[in-house]
């Protein structure tokens, strides 16, 4: 059973660059699309972005000048780092496994636990 | 970016009921909707993909239709572990977008 484990640093300054990890344990790495999530009290869920093995990224354009999400296949993991942020970027993160089926059907069928990102001076 | 507009925003029922949760595209979307469960202090979880696809494992009592700009997931008969937030996903068109969610509460 395929299983996401995140982690990462917890409280930030402002200006600072958030940076999470997700590891991918149990299943095949290629094939799916890797991406992230977050959720904060004031906006709901936001889709961040994904990427794949090949490089074939995609990001929210609301963050597109700040976020980088790059997969390492050698480590059957992936990261998100957002640059520059502030108190709006409070939120808890997520990353899950994207796969898309036939006639573009997506899922994200696997996520990780969560992390709690704060920002503060 | 599509906007997704969930109704109601809350919602009290008990045991047994029969549940329906509305979730509008503000542009037309296909099929491309998924439904996700979310319970307090965990990650959401995929219940229905390409609207009315139950996802592996998921109870039968869940159900989505739609198509275009209307979309509904019906809870047949709700059970105790039902009781949570349930949020669609378009994932039509780049950004996807969560609509704003609707919490599921015991009457």
């Known amino acids: 059973q395929v299983q996401l484990q995140q982690w990462g640093a917890g409280l930030l300054k402002p200006s600072e660059t958030l940076s999470l990890t997700c590891s991918v344990y149990?299943?095949?790495?290629?094939?799916?699309?890797w991406s992230w999530i977050r959720q904060s009290p004031g906006e709901g869920l936001e889709w961040i972005g994904e990427n794949n093995h090949n490089g074939g990224a995609n990001y929210n354009p609301s963050l597109k000048s700040r976020v980088t999400i790059s997969v390492d296949t050698s480590q059957n993991q992936f990261s998100l780092k957002l640059s520059s942020v502030t108190a709006a970027d409070t939120a808890v993160y997520y990353c899950?496994?994207?796969?898309?089926?036939?006639?573009?059907?997506?899922?994200?069928?696997?996520w990780g636990q969560g992390a709690t990102v704060t920002v503060s001076s | 970016a599509i906007q997704m507009t969930q109704s109601p925003s809350s919602l009290s029922a008990s045991v047994g009921d029969r549940v329906t949760i509305t979730c509008r595209a503000s542009q037309g979307i296909r099929n491309d909707l998924g439904w996700y469960q979310q319970k307090p202090g965990k990650a959401p979880k995929l219940l229905i993909y390409a609207a009315s696809n139950l996802q592996s494992g998921v109870p039968s009592r869940f159900s989505g239709s739609g198509s275009g700009t209307d979309f509904t997931l019906t809870i047949s008969s709700l059970q105790p572990e039902d009781f949570a937030t349930y949020y669609c996903l378009q994932d039509y068109i780049y950004p996807y977008t969560f609509g704003q969610g609707t919490k599921l509460e015991i009457k």
């Open positions: 149990g299943g095949s790495f290629s094939g799916y699309y």
């Open positions: 899950a496994r994207v796969r898309y089926g036939s006639g573009s059907q997506m899922v994200m069928d696997v």
